[in-house]
Nanobody
Framework: QVQLVESGGGLVQAGGSLRLSCAASGRTFSSYNMGWFRQAPGKEREFVAAISWRGGNTDLADSVKGRFTCSRDNAKNTVYLQMNSLKPEDTAVYYC?????????????????????WGQGTQVTVSS
């Protein structure tokens, strides 16, 4: 299993930017698709972004397309979520997750059940 620690959350005004980082332990990080999810108070955890294990492909939720990008640095065992043009509705706890399987062929259409390792989350609050 991969152990994950998120950082970079905080309070930002609407229209601002934040970059979340997720540091992973273990030598097999580069073999896992990685994902970002978020959970707002009273709501279910929802998919935000995913990136393939090589980093060549990303999938984004419609609600964040054009504003968020997902990237990774396998040499640093780290995945990032760059969030621009933030809106109050982006307020949530953001979680990093690792795919349950190594070398999964696709990064598209993955859901919560496809990810087996989760971080503790980092709070993002966007004020209006």
């Amino acid at each position: 299993q991969v152990q994950l620690v998120e950082s970079g959350g905080g309070l930002v005004q609407a229209g601002g930017s934040l970059r979340l980082s997720c540091a992973a332990s273990g030598r097999t990080f580069s073999s896992y698709n990685m994902g970002w999810f978020r959970q707002a108070p009273g709501k279910e955890r929802e998919f935000v972004a995913a990136i393939s294990w090589r980093g060549g492909n990303t999938d984004l939720a419609d609600s964040v397309k054009g504003r968020f990008t997902c990237s990774r640095d396998n040499a640093k065992n780290t995945v990032y979520l760059q969030m621009n043009s933030l809106k109050p509705e982006d307020t949530a706890v953001y979680y990093c997750a690792a795919d349950s399987f190594r070398y999964r062929a696709t990064v598209y259409g993955l859901g919560r059940s496809d990810f087996g390792s989760w971080g503790q989350g980092t709070q993002v609050t966007v004020s209006s």
